[in-house]
């Protein structure tokens, strides 16, 4: 088997381009490339790239921004590849595809589709994260899916729709070539300007597909199941299409039909007109095994799932597909009928191992619950013991929990999983006082603790746990892994959840087009929040953000590192006045990339201005820091051009180029647009 992982970028160039060529450009540094969003297909977020060293790190200058104003970008949610020379990534609401000039950060040229219902409606626009860009017949092409779930193939060289792709699309205004529409191969009625008549349901998409062996596999992206209130919706079926041509090949069903494997996790009719289950985080992908690894969130309504009974599959789970099949080589469902929000936000990382001294071929999955699910990415066997242990029962009529949840035993937790007292503030014996008061409004407890109804929460507040649907590791931090030593950093803060149900014809005046037909007998209300200080300080100790190494050979941790600096409104808070608090960390997630000399993490310094770190892999202690222009988001990545390497941050609506002084030494640079 080929070692994708310890190949880092050079495993999607192995596949495409030939070895020989891949490993010379490593060698050379005058050209590093970063295919996916996640750099390779195993997503590490890692680069070969070593012109930026422990020594140097302290003079990266601004070497230009790529401003997207025109392209109305404000998420900053999209990573840039960079192939033949080029920097290619999505942009805007309306996700446009730019090709721009990698060393002066240009426009080269831009597509987009035109307008639809399907693209406004969208909860997605402007969060399309990336492309996919594979090499068909000599040429090279960009994939994309829009928010209004239509798959587009370009040329990279002319943003020119592929010829013989697809079909044509009866909406004005549509290209004849270069498209295909996803809805026809849903198996649900629709129309091509409108899409799927919302009393059924919606679907979009946040990520990128992923192209494995010429075969182009699809993700999706559903309504926020935190604003569902209605229990009628369509499932998040995987789809592939033929690279070269868009022909439809093979459609897995998330949620499994009448004899499919899981369906009777199903435990009444709900299959028939209730779903979700989408895959809207970046799936990854193994070509030697031609194995696809797509994670998946859960299934209609967040916090209620009385009208959908049992564990219902594959919610909340890893599946690994047969990418030129889509037949299911191996699935792990990491909740049991989630009402958490335990949606899996970023894509599993793939890994070649040493465990107990065998040579395993591993993904890694982490999330908002705390845990590194850790797998043989092969056949799926559970790198370390995963057992089920009891949680508690649901306190909301109608609820049926699952009775057990699975634990992993190993590497242990890196995010706070349970309330305690031990876990409270205690800069001063008056803010610990505080917070066990305005704790105990609370029902409170272990992870997996359930939500409570506002009518019947037994004199509570409402329920209180940890991590939440906003903790752990989430979209906006993708954990990043050094396929050489098999090290994970992971990118992780502490974000607990109290939300409080109400009746789901309430809940539903809250949404001006929801999907649906039927009320959910209770659906999230417009709570109050959990516990709060009057100080505005955090109610748990810090840190509040933090990176945490993990050596996943051995499943061990090895350091923990708070991120960016203590906030001004944290350490010159009256109520700490006099008290050293330490460094806390920002309470923020942090994008990161990894090299081949050094770990690079965004964040920010006390006043809230940007701020880049260089950190010892092998340590966790800081090499140097260094001021930005902006504030970064989601991701980072690198890649050397020239002879030059250039560390791209996503800073909002612009991309912002750091590179060492000389990067424009026998060029003539104009203003990046």
């Given at each position: 088997?080929?070692?994708?992982?310890?190949?880092?970028?050079?495993?999607?160039?192995?596949?495409?381009?030939?070895?020989?060529?891949?490993?010379?450009?490593?060698?050379?540094?005058?050209?590093v490339e970063w295919w996916t969003l996640g750099s390779d297909y195993a997503h590490t977020r890692y680069s070969e790239a070593h012109q930026?060293?422990?020594?140097?790190?302290?003079?990266?200058?601004?070497?230009?921004?790529?401003?997207?104003?025109?392209?109305?970008?404000?998420?900053?949610?999209?990573?840039?590849?960079?192939?033949?020379?080029?920097?290619?990534?999505?942009?805007?609401?309306?996700?446009?595809?730019?090709?721009?000039?990698?060393?002066?950060?240009?426009?080269?040229?831009?597509?987009?589709?035109?307008?639809?219902?399907?693209?406004?409606?969208?909860?997605?626009?402007?969060?399309?994260?990336?492309?996919?860009?594979?090499?068909?017949?000599?040429?090279?092409?960009?994939?994309?899916?829009?928010?209004?779930?239509?798959?587009?193939?370009?040329?990279?060289?002319?943003?020119?729709?592929?010829?013989?792709?697809?079909?044509?699309?009866?909406?004005?205004?549509?290209?004849?070539?270069?498209?295909?529409?996803?809805?026809?191969?849903?198996?649900?009625?629709?129309?091509?300007?409108?899409?799927?008549?919302?009393?059924?349901?919606?679907?979009?998409?946040?990520?990128?597909?992923?192209?494995?062996?010429?075969?182009?596999?699809?993700?999706?992206?559903?309504?926020?199941?935190?604003?569902?209130?209605?229990?009628?919706?369509?499932?998040?079926?995987?789809?592939?299409?033929?690279?070269?041509?868009?022909?439809?090949?093979?459609?897995?069903?998330?949620?499994?039909?009448?004899?499919?494997?899981?369906?009777?996790?199903?435990?009444?009719?709900?299959?028939?007109?209730?779903?979700?289950?989408?895959?809207?985080?970046?799936?990854?992908?193994?070509?030697?095994?031609?194995?696809?690894?797509?994670?998946?969130?859960?299934?209609?309504?967040?916090?209620?799932?009385?009208?959908?009974?049992?564990?219902?599959?594959?919610?909340?789970?890893?599946?690994?597909?047969?990418?030129?099949?889509?037949?299911?080589?191996?699935?792990?469902?990491?909740?049991?009928?989630?009402?958490?929000?335990?949606?899996?936000?970023?894509?599993?990382?793939?890994?070649?191992?040493?465990?107990?001294?065998?040579?395993?071929?591993?993904?890694?999955?982490?999330?908002?619950?705390?845990?590194?699910?850790?797998?043989?990415?092969?056949?799926?066997?559970?790198?370390?013991?995963?057992?089920?242990?009891?949680?508690?029962?649901?306190?909301?009529?109608?609820?049926?929990?699952?009775?057990?949840?699975?634990?992993?035993?190993?590497?242990?937790?890196?995010?706070?999983?349970?309330?305690?007292?031990?876990?409270?503030?205690?800069?001063?014996?008056?803010?610990?006082?505080?917070?066990?008061?305005?704790?105990?409004?609370?029902?409170?407890?272990?992870?997996?603790?359930?939500?409570?109804?506002?009518?019947?929460?037994?004199?509570?507040?409402?329920?209180?746990?940890?991590?939440?649907?906003?903790?752990?590791?989430?979209?906006?931090?993708?954990?990043?892994?050094?396929?050489?030593?098999?090290?994970?950093?992971?990118?992780?803060?502490?974000?607990?959840?109290?939300?409080?149900?109400?009746?789901?014809?309430?809940?539903?005046?809250?949404?001006?087009?929801?999907?649906?037909?039927?009320?959910?007998?209770?659906?999230?209300?417009?709570?109050?929040?959990g516990p709060r200080l009057r100080s505005g300080l955090p109610i748990f100790k810090p840190p509040y953000s933090s990176i945490v190494a993990?050596?996943?050979?051995?499943?061990?941790?090895?350091?923990?590192?708070?991120?960016?600096?203590?906030?001004?409104?944290?350490?010159?808070?009256?109520?700490?006045?006099?008290?050293?608090?330490?460094?806390?960390?920002?309470?923020?997630?942090?994008?990161?990339?990894?090299?081949?000399?050094?770990?690079?993490?965004?964040?920010?310094?006390?006043?809230?201005?940007?701020?880049?770190?260089?950190?010892?892999?092998?340590?966790?202690?800081t090499i140097a820091t260094i001021d930005v222009p902006e504030v970064s988001r989601y991701g980072m990545m690198t890649y050397v051009h020239?002879?030059?390497?250039?560390?791209?941050?996503?800073?909002?609506?612009?991309?912002?180029?750091?590179?060492?002084?000389?990067?424009?030494?026998?060029?003539?640079?104009?203003?990046?647009?």
């Amino acid at each position: 088997m080929m070692n994708i992982s310890k190949k880092g970028v050079f495993s999607l160039a192995a596949g495409l381009l030939g070895l020989a060529a891949g490993v010379a450009s490593a060698q050379n540094q005058e050209t590093v490339e970063w295919w996916t969003l996640g750099s390779d297909y195993a997503h590490t977020r890692y680069s070969e790239a070593h012109q930026v060293t422990p020594e140097n790190f302290g003079e990266l200058e601004t070497a230009w921004v790529w401003d997207g104003s025109s392209f109305d970008t404000q998420s900053g949610r999209a990573t840039p590849s960079y192939v033949d020379g080029k920097l290619v990534f999505v942009a805007g609401p309306r996700r446009h595809v730019v090709v721009a000039d990698a060393q002066t950060g240009e426009t080269d040229c831009s597509f987009r589709l035109p307008t639809t219902f399907r693209w406004e409606y969208s909860m997605r626009k402007d969060y399309g994260k990336g492309v996919a860009i594979a090499e068909v017949d000599g040429r090279k092409v960009i994939y994309i899916t829009t928010p209004g779930f239509f798959l587009v193939a370009l040329d990279l060289e002319t943003c020119s729709p592929l010829e013989n792709f697809g079909s044509p699309v009866p909406v004005e205004g549509f290209p004849e070539t270069g498209v295909v529409d996803l809805l026809a191969d849903l198996g649900h009625p629709f129309d091509p300007y409108n899409g799927i008549p919302l009393e059924t349901g919606y679907i979009t998409s946040s990520s990128p597909p992923i192209v494995v062996n010429g075969t182009v596999v699809v993700g999706n992206s559903a309504e926020q199941g935190y604003h569902q209130s209605r229990v009628e919706m369509i499932p998040g079926d995987i789809l592939a299409y033929d690279a070269k041509t868009g022909a439809f090949k093979w459609k897995f069903n998330v949620l499994p039909r009448p004899g499919e494997y899981g369906h009777e996790t199903w435990e009444n009719d709900a299959w028939q007109w209730t779903g979700d289950i989408s895959s809207w985080a970046p799936m990854a992908a193994d070509p030697e095994l031609d194995m696809v690894y797509i994670p998946t969130n859960g299934a209609t309504v967040d916090f209620y799932g009385g009208f959908r009974p049992g564990d219902n599959l594959f919610s909340t789970s890893l599946i690994a597909l047969d990418a030129q099949t889509g037949q299911r080589a191996w699935h792990f469902q990491m909740v049991h009928h989630d009402i958490w929000n335990y949606d899996t936000s970023t894509a599993p990382i793939l890994l070649d191992l040493t465990v107990d001294g065998r040579e395993v071929p591993s993904v890694v999955q982490v999330g908002k619950q705390g845990f590194a699910y850790a797998f043989n990415r092969a056949n799926g066997d559970p790198l370390w013991p995963i057992v089920e242990r009891p949680v508690p029962a649901s306190k909301i009529p109608g609820e049926k929990l699952s009775e057990t949840q699975p634990f992993p035993t190993k590497p242990a937790p890196y995010t706070l999983q349970e309330v305690t007292p031990d876990e409270l503030i205690d800069f001063t014996p008056e803010l610990r006082q505080e917070a066990l008061q305005v704790l105990s409004d609370y029902d409170y407890g272990p992870m997996f603790q359930p939500p409570l109804h506002r009518d019947n929460n037994e004199g509570k507040l409402g329920a209180f746990w940890c991590p939440g649907d906003t903790g752990g590791v989430n979209i906006t931090g993708p954990a990043a892994a050094d396929p050489h030593s098999g090290i994970m950093y992971i990118t992780t803060h502490k974000g607990c959840s109290s939300r409080t149900m109400v009746p789901g014809e309430e809940a539903d005046t809250q949404y001006e087009l929801p999907t649906g037909t039927t009320f959910s007998q209770y659906a999230v209300g417009a709570g109050r929040g959990g516990p709060r200080l009057r100080s505005g300080l955090p109610i748990f100790k810090p840190p509040y953000s933090s990176i945490v190494a993990i050596d996943m050979n051995t499943g061990e941790h090895l350091w923990e590192i708070p991120t960016g600096e203590t906030p001004d409104r944290i350490k010159n808070n009256p109520a700490v006045a006099g008290v050293d608090v330490g460094e806390t960390g920002t309470g923020s997630h942090v994008p990161m990339v990894v090299t081949d000399t050094m770990l690079i993490y965004a964040s920010q310094r006390s006043d809230g201005s940007a701020a880049l770190w260089g950190i010892d892999k092998a340590t966790g202690e800081t090499i140097a820091t260094i001021d930005v222009p902006e504030v970064s988001r989601y991701g980072m990545m690198t890649y050397v051009h020239n002879g030059h390497q250039f560390v791209l941050l996503q800073t909002g609506s612009s991309l912002t180029a750091m590179a060492l002084p000389g990067w424009d030494e026998g060029m003539s640079t104009g203003a990046a647009h």
